[in-house]
């Protein structure tokens, strides 16, 4: 780009690049506070958690990455982003079907104390990215990930509070097979957003390959 050519509209602010440095910083501590804790505990819905983390750390340093590029990188990016989210769900849904064969039944506690530590988390990082998720379908598939997150922490403490007052693995299945699908149907909304931003950046970009940007226009 030129020094003359125009801003690239809908560029992100400053205030939200801070906010992703820090939910990346947030999402890399309690992955590894969950993953230890879905092993020691057992359970299938802490385990998805973690990974949702471990992913949304490395979406989060995907955003960072484009986030002074034009629109046509940050849509690529969140295509990205809504392919991972959906394999995500897949793999979740798939463990859970797994484990549903061992019959094993994880400890509720360590999932109850952790997953309220995580919402904690959670919803320290949503509401500082709650101001962009309108935003361009990078920005959108960021607040997406964090308020699945903060939705997944909720549904992991009522795993824990089912699991132990039935004494089954039944509600810590129920809850991981709901953030795997949560996670498909927001991977499939951000991809959709993302191929509107891509045509859109697209047309823009043929539009001023046929158009030079500052050559007079002809007319009589």
Not at 38 to 56: E, K, N, R
Not at 79 to 101: D, E, N, P, S, Y
Not at 128 to 138: A, H, T, V
Not at 161 to 176: I, Q, R, Y
Request: charged share 10%.
């Amino acid at each position: 780009m030129t020094c003359c050519s125009a801003p690239e509209p809908n560029q992100p602010s400053p205030g939200f690049r801070r906010a992703l440095w820090i939910a990346l910083w947030v999402n890399l501590a309690m992955f590894l506070v969950e993953g230890v804790a879905s092993l020691q505990s057992g359970s299938v819905s802490l385990m998805a958690d973690a990974i949702d983390f471990f992913g949304d750390s490395a979406n989060y340093l995907l955003s960072l990455s484009v986030l002074s590029m034009g629109m046509l990188w940050r849509g690529r990016a969140a295509m990205v982003k809504g392919i991972t989210m959906t394999l995500f769900g897949i793999v979740v849904l798939g463990r859970a079907a797994w484990v549903m064969q061992s019959g094993a039944t994880p400890e509720p506690l360590t999932m109850g104390a952790v997953g309220l530590l995580a919402l904690a988390a959670n919803v320290i990082v949503a509401l500082m990215l709650f101001r962009y998720r309108e935003g361009d379908s990078d920005m959108r598939s960021v607040w997406l990930c964090s308020r699945n997150d903060a939705i997944g922490n909720v549904a992991v403490m009522v795993a824990a509070l089912g699991v132990f007052g039935t004494g089954t693995a039944w509600p810590d299945l129920a809850v991981a097979a709901v953030m795997g699908g949560l996670a498909i149907t927001s991977g499939v909304s951000v991809m959709r957003h993302a191929r509107r931003d891509l045509h859109n950046a697209r047309a823009s970009l043929t539009r001023a390959a046929i158009v030079p940007q500052g050559a007079p226009q002809s007319g009589l």
